[in-house]
Protein backbone atom coordinates (compact mmCIF):
# COMPACT_ATOMS: atom_id res chain seq x y z
CA UNK A 1 0.00 0.00 0.00
CA UNK A 2 3.00 2.29 0.61
CA UNK A 3 3.69 2.34 -3.36
CA UNK A 4 0.21 3.61 -3.81
CA UNK A 5 0.38 6.00 -1.55
CA UNK A 6 3.48 7.70 -2.23
CA UNK A 7 2.17 7.76 -5.86
CA UNK A 8 -0.92 9.17 -4.56
CA UNK A 9 1.21 12.16 -3.24
CA UNK A 10 3.21 12.36 -6.59
CA UNK A 11 0.08 12.57 -8.31
CA UNK A 12 -1.62 15.25 -5.65
CA UNK A 13 1.66 17.43 -6.35
CA UNK A 14 1.44 17.39 -10.22
CA UNK A 15 -2.27 18.19 -10.22
CA UNK A 16 -1.89 20.87 -8.10
CA UNK A 17 0.80 22.26 -10.60
CA UNK A 18 -1.45 22.27 -13.40
CA UNK A 19 -4.32 23.86 -11.11
CA UNK A 20 -2.49 26.99 -11.21
CA UNK A 21 -1.76 27.92 -14.63
CA UNK A 22 -4.37 29.71 -16.31
CA UNK A 23 -6.76 27.58 -18.04
CA UNK A 24 -8.65 29.97 -20.66
CA UNK A 25 -12.04 28.33 -20.86
CA UNK A 26 -14.32 30.32 -22.62
CA UNK A 27 -18.10 29.28 -21.15
CA UNK A 28 -20.86 27.13 -23.45
CA UNK A 29 -24.11 28.66 -23.51
CA UNK A 30 -27.16 26.28 -24.55
CA UNK A 31 -29.83 28.18 -26.19
CA UNK A 32 -32.99 27.28 -24.41
CA UNK A 33 -35.57 28.14 -27.07
CA UNK A 34 -33.88 25.47 -29.22
CA UNK A 35 -36.26 22.63 -31.13
CA UNK A 36 -34.54 19.78 -31.80
CA UNK A 37 -35.55 18.33 -35.04
CA UNK A 38 -33.84 15.04 -35.96
CA UNK A 39 -34.72 15.48 -40.15
CA UNK A 40 -33.29 19.18 -39.83
CA UNK A 41 -30.07 18.11 -38.31
CA UNK A 42 -29.79 15.35 -40.69
CA UNK A 43 -30.52 17.85 -43.75
CA UNK A 44 -28.44 20.92 -42.19
CA UNK A 45 -25.52 18.10 -42.10
CA UNK A 46 -25.88 17.18 -45.75
CA UNK A 47 -25.77 20.16 -47.44
CA UNK A 48 -22.83 21.41 -44.68
CA UNK A 49 -20.59 18.34 -46.30
CA UNK A 50 -22.84 18.15 -49.69
CA UNK A 51 -24.03 14.80 -49.11
CA UNK A 52 -25.91 12.56 -50.77
CA UNK A 53 -28.46 10.79 -48.60
CA UNK A 54 -27.92 6.61 -49.71
CA UNK A 55 -31.12 5.76 -47.73
CA UNK A 56 -34.88 6.16 -48.89
CA UNK A 57 -36.61 9.65 -48.49
CA UNK A 58 -37.72 13.27 -49.50
CA UNK A 59 -34.44 13.93 -49.63
CA UNK A 60 -32.14 13.48 -52.83
CA UNK A 61 -29.49 14.94 -54.88
CA UNK A 62 -30.07 15.43 -58.62
CA UNK A 63 -27.70 15.17 -61.65
CA UNK A 64 -27.02 18.98 -60.54
CA UNK A 65 -25.71 17.76 -57.43
CA UNK A 66 -28.31 20.29 -55.52
CA UNK A 67 -30.05 18.69 -52.68
CA UNK A 68 -34.28 18.37 -53.65
CA UNK A 69 -37.18 16.99 -51.87
CA UNK A 70 -39.89 15.14 -53.05
CA UNK A 71 -43.29 16.56 -52.24
CA UNK A 72 -46.46 14.57 -50.36
CA UNK A 73 -48.33 15.02 -53.70
CA UNK A 74 -44.86 13.65 -56.00
CA UNK A 75 -44.02 16.93 -57.03
CA UNK A 76 -40.16 18.10 -56.67
CA UNK A 77 -39.48 20.83 -54.78
CA UNK A 78 -36.00 22.51 -53.64
CA UNK A 79 -34.83 22.03 -49.65
CA UNK A 80 -35.45 25.41 -48.14
CA UNK A 81 -33.92 27.15 -45.19
CA UNK A 82 -37.48 25.65 -43.08
CA UNK A 83 -36.04 22.17 -43.56
CA UNK A 84 -32.84 22.46 -42.37
CA UNK A 85 -32.16 22.94 -38.34
CA UNK A 86 -31.34 26.79 -37.79
CA UNK A 87 -29.67 28.05 -35.17
CA UNK A 88 -26.92 26.35 -32.57
CA UNK A 89 -27.96 24.73 -29.60
CA UNK A 90 -24.19 25.74 -28.27
CA UNK A 91 -22.52 29.30 -28.37
CA UNK A 92 -19.77 30.53 -26.57
CA UNK A 93 -19.20 34.69 -25.98
CA UNK A 94 -16.27 36.30 -27.92
CA UNK A 95 -14.97 39.79 -27.66
CA UNK A 96 -14.59 41.42 -30.79
CA UNK A 97 -12.88 44.89 -30.85
CA UNK A 98 -11.81 47.62 -29.27
CA UNK A 99 -13.78 48.75 -26.52
CA UNK A 100 -15.37 44.92 -26.40
CA UNK A 101 -18.30 43.88 -28.29
CA UNK A 102 -19.30 40.69 -26.99
CA UNK A 103 -21.25 37.90 -29.99
CA UNK A 104 -22.58 35.06 -29.18
CA UNK A 105 -20.76 32.78 -31.60
CA UNK A 106 -21.23 29.02 -32.89
CA UNK A 107 -18.03 27.16 -32.42
CA UNK A 108 -17.46 24.60 -34.92
CA UNK A 109 -14.67 22.70 -36.42
CA UNK A 110 -16.40 21.70 -39.40
CA UNK A 111 -15.85 25.39 -40.87
CA UNK A 112 -12.95 27.73 -40.99
CA UNK A 113 -14.51 30.82 -41.29
CA UNK A 114 -14.95 33.62 -38.46
CA UNK A 115 -18.43 35.45 -39.70
CA UNK A 116 -20.43 37.84 -37.76
CA UNK A 117 -23.55 39.94 -38.05
CA UNK A 118 -22.91 42.89 -38.70
CA UNK A 119 -23.94 46.60 -38.87
CA UNK A 120 -22.98 46.07 -43.07
CA UNK A 121 -26.44 44.41 -43.22
CA UNK A 122 -29.29 47.08 -44.85
CA UNK A 123 -32.16 47.36 -42.51
CA UNK A 124 -34.22 46.43 -44.71
CA UNK A 125 -33.38 42.59 -43.79
CA UNK A 126 -32.77 43.59 -40.22
CA UNK A 127 -36.13 44.88 -39.63
CA UNK A 128 -37.46 40.81 -40.48
CA UNK A 129 -35.66 39.81 -37.25
CA UNK A 130 -36.41 41.62 -33.52
CA UNK A 131 -32.68 42.70 -31.48
CA UNK A 132 -29.95 41.03 -33.28
CA UNK A 133 -26.65 41.45 -31.81
CA UNK A 134 -24.74 42.99 -34.87
CA UNK A 135 -21.02 43.92 -34.56
CA UNK A 136 -20.13 47.18 -35.64
CA UNK A 137 -16.49 47.91 -36.82
CA UNK A 138 -17.24 52.04 -36.61
CA UNK A 139 -17.24 51.73 -32.97
CA UNK A 140 -13.65 49.41 -32.67
CA UNK A 141 -10.99 51.89 -32.57
CA UNK A 142 -8.39 48.98 -33.37
CA UNK A 143 -10.77 47.17 -36.69
CA UNK A 144 -8.72 47.64 -39.95
CA UNK A 145 -10.35 47.07 -43.05
CA UNK A 146 -8.98 44.31 -45.50
CA UNK A 147 -9.65 46.25 -48.96
CA UNK A 148 -10.39 43.72 -51.37
CA UNK A 149 -11.05 41.07 -49.29
CA UNK A 150 -14.75 39.05 -49.59
CA UNK A 151 -16.26 36.09 -48.31
CA UNK A 152 -19.07 34.03 -49.46
CA UNK A 153 -20.71 30.80 -47.76
CA UNK A 154 -23.23 29.18 -50.38
CA UNK A 155 -25.66 26.94 -49.25
CA UNK A 156 -27.54 24.73 -50.93
CA UNK A 157 -30.80 25.62 -50.47
CA UNK A 158 -29.46 28.73 -52.30
CA UNK A 159 -29.66 31.15 -49.53
CA UNK A 160 -25.98 32.27 -49.00
CA UNK A 161 -23.61 34.95 -46.26
CA UNK A 162 -21.28 37.08 -47.85
CA UNK A 163 -20.18 40.18 -46.96
CA UNK A 164 -16.17 42.23 -46.50
CA UNK A 165 -13.30 41.63 -44.11
CA UNK A 166 -11.51 43.06 -41.84
CA UNK A 167 -9.00 42.86 -38.76
CA UNK A 168 -9.89 42.97 -35.42
CA UNK A 169 -8.55 42.28 -31.69
CA UNK A 170 -10.83 39.26 -31.22
CA UNK A 171 -10.50 37.98 -27.08
CA UNK A 172 -11.36 34.42 -26.67
CA UNK A 173 -11.66 33.70 -22.97
CA UNK A 174 -8.41 35.53 -21.63
CA UNK A 175 -6.64 35.18 -24.97
CA UNK A 176 -6.25 38.37 -27.35
CA UNK A 177 -5.96 37.41 -30.84
CA UNK A 178 -4.31 40.79 -32.72
CA UNK A 179 -5.37 41.16 -36.14
CA UNK A 180 -7.71 38.40 -36.64
CA UNK A 181 -9.42 38.57 -39.73
CA UNK A 182 -13.30 38.71 -39.23
CA UNK A 183 -15.95 39.03 -41.58
CA UNK A 184 -18.66 40.81 -41.80
CA UNK A 185 -21.82 39.93 -42.71
CA UNK A 186 -23.31 42.20 -45.11
CA UNK A 187 -25.73 40.32 -47.25
CA UNK A 188 -27.29 37.24 -45.57
CA UNK A 189 -30.51 35.67 -46.38
CA UNK A 190 -33.22 36.45 -44.71
CA UNK A 191 -34.04 32.92 -43.31
CA UNK A 192 -30.30 32.95 -41.38
CA UNK A 193 -30.82 35.75 -39.38
CA UNK A 194 -34.27 34.04 -38.24
CA UNK A 195 -31.43 31.70 -36.99
CA UNK A 196 -31.77 33.59 -33.83
CA UNK A 197 -29.40 32.18 -30.88
CA UNK A 198 -25.78 32.78 -32.63
CA UNK A 199 -24.41 35.80 -33.98
CA UNK A 200 -21.87 34.38 -36.32
CA UNK A 201 -19.95 31.13 -36.05
CA UNK A 202 -16.07 30.80 -35.34
CA UNK A 203 -14.76 28.11 -37.62
CA UNK A 204 -12.35 26.21 -35.76
CA UNK A 205 -11.31 23.95 -38.41
CA UNK A 206 -7.76 24.45 -40.76
CA UNK A 207 -7.62 27.64 -43.01
CA UNK A 208 -7.51 25.51 -46.36
CA UNK A 209 -11.20 25.17 -45.93
CA UNK A 210 -11.93 28.84 -45.63
CA UNK A 211 -14.00 30.89 -47.79
CA UNK A 212 -12.05 34.34 -48.11
CA UNK A 213 -10.98 35.49 -51.72
CA UNK A 214 -8.53 36.58 -53.25
CA UNK A 215 -6.34 35.03 -50.23
CA UNK A 216 -7.98 32.73 -47.60
CA UNK A 217 -7.36 34.22 -43.74
CA UNK A 218 -6.00 32.09 -40.67
CA UNK A 219 -8.42 30.65 -38.13
CA UNK A 220 -8.41 32.03 -34.52
CA UNK A 221 -6.44 28.69 -33.25
CA UNK A 222 -3.77 29.49 -36.26
CA UNK A 223 -3.04 32.93 -34.97
CA UNK A 224 -3.13 31.82 -31.25
CA UNK A 225 -0.16 29.65 -32.56
CA UNK A 226 0.82 32.38 -34.83
CA UNK A 227 1.49 34.68 -32.24
CA UNK A 228 2.56 32.72 -29.39
CA UNK A 229 -0.61 33.69 -27.20
CA UNK A 230 -0.18 29.68 -26.32
CA UNK A 231 2.81 27.36 -25.43
CA UNK A 232 4.53 25.63 -28.04
CA UNK A 233 3.85 22.74 -26.41
CA UNK A 234 0.05 23.37 -26.12
CA UNK A 235 -0.84 24.51 -29.25
CA UNK A 236 -4.14 22.96 -28.78
CA UNK A 237 -7.72 23.65 -27.86
CA UNK A 238 -10.44 21.59 -25.77
CA UNK A 239 -13.67 20.60 -25.81
CA UNK A 240 -16.43 19.19 -22.91
CA UNK A 241 -20.05 19.66 -23.93
CA UNK A 242 -22.76 18.94 -21.77
CA UNK A 243 -26.03 17.77 -22.16
CA UNK A 244 -28.21 18.05 -25.14
CA UNK A 245 -31.55 17.87 -23.33
CA UNK A 246 -32.35 21.71 -22.77
CA UNK A 247 -34.71 20.50 -19.73
CA UNK A 248 -31.69 19.44 -18.06
CA UNK A 249 -30.32 22.02 -15.97
CA UNK A 250 -27.66 23.12 -17.07
CA UNK A 251 -24.72 22.72 -14.77
CA UNK A 252 -22.64 24.99 -16.29
CA UNK A 253 -19.74 22.24 -17.05
CA UNK A 254 -19.35 23.18 -21.26
CA UNK A 255 -16.42 25.24 -22.09
CA UNK A 256 -14.00 25.24 -24.83
CA UNK A 257 -10.16 25.95 -23.52
CA UNK A 258 -7.50 26.94 -25.36
CA UNK A 259 -3.83 26.23 -25.33
CA UNK A 260 -4.31 24.26 -21.64
CA UNK A 261 -5.93 20.39 -21.14
CA UNK A 262 -7.78 20.70 -17.96
CA UNK A 263 -6.81 17.75 -16.35
CA UNK A 264 -9.51 18.08 -13.51
CA UNK A 265 -11.96 16.80 -16.81
CA UNK A 266 -9.70 13.69 -17.04
CA UNK A 267 -11.45 10.91 -15.20
CA UNK A 268 -8.87 9.93 -12.62
CA UNK A 269 -7.13 6.74 -13.82
CA UNK A 270 -7.66 7.25 -17.07
CA UNK A 271 -5.87 9.30 -19.54
CA UNK A 272 -6.55 10.86 -22.94
CA UNK A 273 -5.72 8.32 -25.89
CA UNK A 274 -4.76 10.19 -28.82
CA UNK A 275 -4.26 9.42 -32.86
CA UNK A 276 -2.66 11.35 -35.58
CA UNK A 277 -5.35 13.57 -37.72
CA UNK A 278 -5.36 13.93 -41.91
CA UNK A 279 -5.97 17.83 -41.94
CA UNK A 280 -5.86 17.63 -45.97
CA UNK A 281 -9.33 18.20 -46.56
CA UNK A 282 -9.84 21.01 -43.66
CA UNK A 283 -11.60 18.62 -41.12
CA UNK A 284 -10.61 17.25 -37.93
CA UNK A 285 -9.71 14.15 -39.56
CA UNK A 286 -9.16 10.61 -37.86
CA UNK A 287 -9.23 6.34 -38.41
CA UNK A 288 -11.76 4.96 -36.84
CA UNK A 289 -11.29 1.58 -38.45
CA UNK A 290 -14.35 -0.30 -35.70
CA UNK A 291 -17.33 -0.49 -34.20
CA UNK A 292 -18.48 -2.57 -30.94
CA UNK A 293 -22.31 -3.10 -30.61
CA UNK A 294 -23.26 -5.70 -28.12
CA UNK A 295 -19.57 -7.08 -27.63
CA UNK A 296 -19.69 -7.95 -31.44
CA UNK A 297 -16.77 -6.08 -33.05
CA UNK A 298 -17.70 -4.98 -37.08
CA UNK A 299 -14.58 -3.79 -38.05
CA UNK A 300 -14.32 -1.00 -40.71
CA UNK A 301 -11.03 -1.07 -43.18
CA UNK A 302 -10.10 2.27 -44.14
CA UNK A 303 -12.84 3.96 -42.22
CA UNK A 304 -12.32 7.54 -41.43
CA UNK A 305 -14.36 9.75 -39.37
CA UNK A 306 -14.36 13.83 -38.20
CA UNK A 307 -14.73 15.52 -35.06
CA UNK A 308 -17.24 18.73 -35.69
CA UNK A 309 -18.50 20.55 -32.92
CA UNK A 310 -20.91 21.99 -35.76
CA UNK A 311 -23.13 19.00 -36.29
CA UNK A 312 -25.36 17.54 -33.72
CA UNK A 313 -25.87 13.67 -34.78
CA UNK A 314 -23.48 10.90 -34.88
CA UNK A 315 -23.33 10.02 -38.85
CA UNK A 316 -21.95 6.96 -39.75
CA UNK A 317 -21.91 4.06 -42.70
CA UNK A 318 -25.27 2.53 -43.31
CA UNK A 319 -23.58 -0.66 -42.53
CA UNK A 320 -22.84 0.29 -38.90
CA UNK A 321 -26.97 1.55 -38.79
CA UNK A 322 -28.49 -1.53 -39.95
CA UNK A 323 -26.23 -3.61 -37.37
CA UNK A 324 -27.08 -1.14 -34.35
CA UNK A 325 -30.73 -0.42 -34.99
CA UNK A 326 -31.14 -4.53 -35.47
CA UNK A 327 -30.12 -4.52 -31.88
CA UNK A 328 -32.97 -2.53 -30.61
CA UNK A 329 -36.56 -4.33 -30.56
CA UNK A 330 -39.27 -2.28 -32.97
CA UNK A 331 -36.66 0.19 -33.83
CA UNK A 332 -37.49 0.99 -37.68
CA UNK A 333 -35.95 2.91 -40.73
CA UNK A 334 -38.71 5.46 -41.59
CA UNK A 335 -38.73 6.93 -45.43
CA UNK A 336 -40.47 9.69 -44.40
CA UNK A 337 -38.01 11.27 -41.96
CA UNK A 338 -35.01 9.36 -44.23
CA UNK A 339 -33.75 8.23 -40.76
CA UNK A 340 -33.93 5.61 -38.10
CA UNK A 341 -35.79 5.79 -35.55
CA UNK A 342 -37.15 3.51 -32.36
CA UNK A 343 -39.97 3.13 -29.95
CA UNK A 344 -39.26 5.83 -27.14
CA UNK A 345 -40.28 3.26 -24.05
CA UNK A 346 -36.91 1.28 -24.99
CA UNK A 347 -35.69 0.20 -21.66
CA UNK A 348 -31.93 0.85 -21.34
CA UNK A 349 -31.98 -3.33 -20.91
CA UNK A 350 -33.11 -3.50 -24.19
CA UNK A 351 -30.68 -0.66 -25.98
CA UNK A 352 -26.95 -2.54 -27.44
CA UNK A 353 -23.76 -1.53 -25.65
CA UNK A 354 -22.09 0.71 -28.72
CA UNK A 355 -19.05 1.92 -28.92
CA UNK A 356 -17.16 3.79 -32.23
CA UNK A 357 -13.27 3.91 -32.64
CA UNK A 358 -11.22 6.96 -32.47
CA UNK A 359 -7.94 5.58 -34.06
CA UNK A 360 -6.97 2.45 -31.05
CA UNK A 361 -9.46 4.04 -28.46
CA UNK A 362 -13.22 3.17 -28.04
CA UNK A 363 -15.94 5.24 -26.77
CA UNK A 364 -18.85 3.79 -25.93
CA UNK A 365 -21.59 6.39 -26.67
CA UNK A 366 -23.90 6.34 -23.45
CA UNK A 367 -27.46 4.95 -24.18
CA UNK A 368 -28.79 8.37 -22.95
CA UNK A 369 -27.43 10.09 -26.05
CA UNK A 370 -28.78 7.46 -28.25
CA UNK A 371 -32.77 9.35 -28.55
CA UNK A 372 -32.01 12.78 -30.41
CA UNK A 373 -35.45 13.97 -30.96
CA UNK A 374 -39.31 13.70 -30.62
CA UNK A 375 -40.47 11.50 -34.00
CA UNK A 376 -43.42 12.31 -36.05
CA UNK A 377 -44.83 9.26 -34.20
CA UNK A 378 -46.04 9.87 -31.08
CA UNK A 379 -44.46 6.71 -29.90
CA UNK A 380 -41.21 6.78 -31.59
CA UNK A 381 -38.02 8.60 -31.14
CA UNK A 382 -35.15 10.14 -34.45
CA UNK A 383 -32.19 8.08 -33.38
CA UNK A 384 -29.17 10.13 -32.53
CA UNK A 385 -26.97 7.75 -35.01
CA UNK A 386 -27.77 8.37 -38.43
CA UNK A 387 -26.71 7.61 -42.03
CA UNK A 388 -23.54 9.25 -43.34
CA UNK A 389 -24.89 8.76 -47.00
CA UNK A 390 -22.27 8.88 -49.60
CA UNK A 391 -19.70 10.36 -48.06
CA UNK A 392 -16.68 8.93 -47.68
CA UNK A 393 -15.90 9.65 -43.55
CA UNK A 394 -18.17 9.36 -40.57
CA UNK A 395 -18.73 12.75 -38.79
CA UNK A 396 -18.70 12.71 -35.00
CA UNK A 397 -21.27 15.66 -34.40
CA UNK A 398 -22.20 16.45 -30.63
CA UNK A 399 -23.86 12.92 -30.10
CA UNK A 400 -20.39 11.46 -30.05
CA UNK A 401 -18.79 14.64 -27.82
CA UNK A 402 -21.09 14.52 -25.04
CA UNK A 403 -19.06 10.95 -24.48
CA UNK A 404 -15.82 12.54 -24.13
CA UNK A 405 -13.26 15.26 -22.85
CA UNK A 406 -11.56 16.40 -26.37
CA UNK A 407 -8.46 17.56 -27.22
CA UNK A 408 -7.55 19.34 -31.06
CA UNK A 409 -3.99 19.42 -30.90
CA UNK A 410 -3.19 21.67 -34.13
CA UNK A 411 0.60 21.74 -33.09
CA UNK A 412 1.24 17.88 -33.25
CA UNK A 413 -1.81 17.43 -36.03
CA UNK A 414 -3.55 14.68 -32.89
CA UNK A 415 -7.24 14.01 -31.74
CA UNK A 416 -7.20 13.55 -27.56
CA UNK A 417 -10.03 12.09 -26.22
CA UNK A 418 -10.92 10.51 -22.90
CA UNK A 419 -14.38 8.69 -22.05
CA UNK A 420 -16.22 10.56 -19.38
CA UNK A 421 -17.99 8.56 -16.79
CA UNK A 422 -21.62 8.02 -18.14
CA UNK A 423 -24.81 9.86 -17.29
CA UNK A 424 -26.62 9.00 -14.05
C1 LIG B 1 -1.79 33.68 -15.22
O1 LIG B 1 -2.23 34.92 -15.72
C2 LIG B 1 -1.80 36.02 -14.95
C3 LIG B 1 -2.49 37.27 -15.49
O2 LIG B 1 -2.60 37.22 -16.88
C4 LIG B 1 -0.28 36.11 -15.00
O3 LIG B 1 0.18 37.20 -14.22
C5 LIG B 1 0.31 34.80 -14.46
O4 LIG B 1 1.69 34.81 -14.61
C6 LIG B 1 -0.28 33.60 -15.20
N1 LIG B 1 0.16 32.38 -14.55
C7 LIG B 1 0.67 31.35 -15.20
C8 LIG B 1 1.05 30.19 -14.36
O5 LIG B 1 0.79 31.34 -16.41
C1 LIG C 1 -39.21 18.25 -38.32
O1 LIG C 1 -39.19 19.12 -39.43
C2 LIG C 1 -39.88 18.62 -40.58
C3 LIG C 1 -39.69 19.65 -41.69
O2 LIG C 1 -38.37 19.65 -42.10
C4 LIG C 1 -41.33 18.42 -40.27
O3 LIG C 1 -41.99 17.89 -41.40
C5 LIG C 1 -41.46 17.48 -39.09
O4 LIG C 1 -42.81 17.38 -38.71
C6 LIG C 1 -40.64 17.93 -37.92
N1 LIG C 1 -40.61 16.86 -36.93
C7 LIG C 1 -41.13 17.00 -35.75
C8 LIG C 1 -41.07 15.79 -34.86
O5 LIG C 1 -41.62 18.03 -35.36
C1 LIG D 1 -38.62 35.36 -39.19
O1 LIG D 1 -39.32 35.15 -37.98
C2 LIG D 1 -40.45 36.00 -37.85
C3 LIG D 1 -41.04 35.80 -36.49
O2 LIG D 1 -40.98 34.45 -36.09
C4 LIG D 1 -41.44 35.66 -38.98
O3 LIG D 1 -42.57 36.51 -38.87
C5 LIG D 1 -40.76 35.90 -40.31
O4 LIG D 1 -41.63 35.50 -41.35
C6 LIG D 1 -39.50 35.08 -40.39
N1 LIG D 1 -38.79 35.44 -41.62
C7 LIG D 1 -38.34 34.53 -42.48
C8 LIG D 1 -37.68 35.06 -43.68
O5 LIG D 1 -38.41 33.34 -42.28
C1 LIG E 1 -48.58 4.58 -28.75
O1 LIG E 1 -49.01 5.39 -27.69
C2 LIG E 1 -50.41 5.38 -27.52
C3 LIG E 1 -50.77 6.39 -26.46
O2 LIG E 1 -49.74 6.53 -25.54
C4 LIG E 1 -50.89 3.97 -27.20
O3 LIG E 1 -52.28 3.95 -27.06
C5 LIG E 1 -50.47 3.05 -28.32
O4 LIG E 1 -50.77 1.72 -27.99
C6 LIG E 1 -48.98 3.14 -28.58
N1 LIG E 1 -48.63 2.38 -29.77
C7 LIG E 1 -47.62 1.55 -29.81
C8 LIG E 1 -47.38 0.87 -31.11
O5 LIG E 1 -46.86 1.36 -28.87
Not at 191 to 209: H, M, V
Not at 383 to 401: A, E, H, P, R
Request: hydrophobic share 35%; aromatic share 10%.
Amino acid sequence: MSFSFSSFIHLYLITTAVAITNITRVSVHRNPNYHANGTKSLVHTYQKYGITPTMPGPYYRGHDKILRKRQADGTMGVVTADDQQKGSFYTCPVQIGTPPQTLNLNFDTGSSDLWVWSTAIPKSILDSTSGATLFDPSKSSTFQDMPGSTWQIRYGDGSSASGIVGTDAVKIGSITVEGQAVELAQELSPQLLNASSANGLLGLGFSTINNVKPTRVQTPLENMILQMDISPNEELFTCYLESYNANDPDEGRSFYSFGDIDESSIPSGQELCYTPIDNSRGYWMFSSPSVIINDEQFDLPNNHAIADTGTTLLLVPDEVCNQFYAQIPGSEYSEIQQAWIYPTDTSSDDLPDFSVAVGNCQIAIDKGHFGFAPSVYPNMTFGGIQSQGDQNFGIFGDVFLQNVYAVFDGGKLRFGVVQRPPQS
